[in-house]
């Protein structure tokens, strides 16, 4: 006789008489192995909810209804507003590209005075204290485009690569 899995969900056969058997001792479900009724027993013992979440992922997603937004966009937004506030408070929030004030959190960036994806050593460049600087986000995309697009320009013509900018 077919019956489903309360676990898995998956249909498969097994015996009327032990069907029977489980049904007079008061149990109407089935398990298709050692697996699923391990899972299920784990469940029951510690009064698990059935979503298939562990605990760490159901805190998480409370967190991220809480917030409105995914954990980790959270965090993004907090560690650069506290960057803002702290150059506010250091007299470093002007634009290393054009000297003018940053205004609002919207026009803040963290910019590389130098390129690192051009650079022969571009992790060091990239984590270089003495290489970051806070410009408008205009300003540093305007600036970036510009250098990266056309180094790759030549780049591509000397290499011969597939891709063309």
């Known amino acids: ?17 032990e069907i029977r058997r489980q049904r007079k001792e008061g149990r109407d479900y ?15 013992r ?4 059935r979503d298939g979440l562990k605990p760490y992922q159901r805190r998480t997603k409370k967190i ?7 954990l980790s966009t959270a965090k993004s937004r907090l560690n650069k507003l506290l960057m803002f506030d702290l ?10 590209r054009c000297g003018e004030i ?6 803040f960036t963290i910019d590389h005075k130098e390129s690192w994806l051009l650079s022969e050593e571009p992790t060091k460049l990239f984590y270089s204290m003495e290489n970051i600087a806070f410009s408008h986000a205009k300003c ?18 000397e290499n011969g690569e597939l891709y063309t900018y």
């Open 140 to 157: 540093n995309y305007e600036a970036g485009t510009k250098t990266y697009v056309s180094n790759c320009k030549n780049i591509v013509k």
């Open 102 to 107: 940053i205004d609002n959190i919207e026009e």
């Open 1 to 17: 006789m077919k019956v489903t899995c309360r676990q898995c969900g998956i249909e498969f056969e097994k015996e009327e008489k």
């Open 87 to 96: 150059a506010k408070k250091c007299g470093m929030d002007t634009c290393f």
């Open 30 to 44: 089935f398990f298709c192995s050692r697996s699923c009724t391990g899972i299920y027993a784990n469940q029951v």
């Open 46 to 49: 510690h009064n698990s909810p």
């Open 64 to 70: 991220e209804e809480l917030l409105g937004e995914k």
